[in-house]
């Protein structure tokens, strides 16, 4: 059974940053894509960042220039670094992580952004 598990999240005033990480029991780490989407109170889950198997990545349009994705594929291991952070930046983030038909969702980490 593959496990998923999110880390890193908490309170934090606008303008600071955070780092997630989410660490998967994948057998071969590497081949899968990685990806981090988020959902707001009342909102529905939407995409963040993917890094794929490659190292190319990319953003959503109200992430980019603020947040890094990056992965450790040694520690099987995905990243998000945040900066600038917003108060729209608050949700449950959670990782996801694909390649075939495997689709895989870890539990989620809360961020909250407020002064």
């Known amino acids: 059974q593959v496990h998923l598990v999110e880390s890193g999240g908490g309170l934090v005033q606008p303008g600071g940053s955070l780092r997630l990480s989410c660490t998967a029991s994948?057998?071969?780490?590497?081949?899968?894509?990685m990806a981090w989407h988020r959902q707001a109170p009342g909102k529905e889950r939407e995409w963040v960042a993917t890094?794929?198997?490659?190292?190319?990545?990319t953003y959503a349009d109200s992430v980019k220039g603020r947040f890094i994705i990056s992965r450790d594929n040694r520690e099987k291991t995905a990243y998000l670094q945040m900066n600038s952070l917003k108060p729209e930046d608050t949700a449950v983030y959670y990782c996801?992580?694909?390649?075939?038909?495997?689709?895989?969702w870890g539990q989620g980490t809360q961020v909250t952004v407020s002064s």
């Open positions: 996801n992580a694909r390649h075939g038909a495997g689709n895989y």
């Open positions: 994948l057998s071969i780490f590497g081949i899968y894509d």
């Open positions: 890094i794929n198997r490659g190292d190319s990545t």
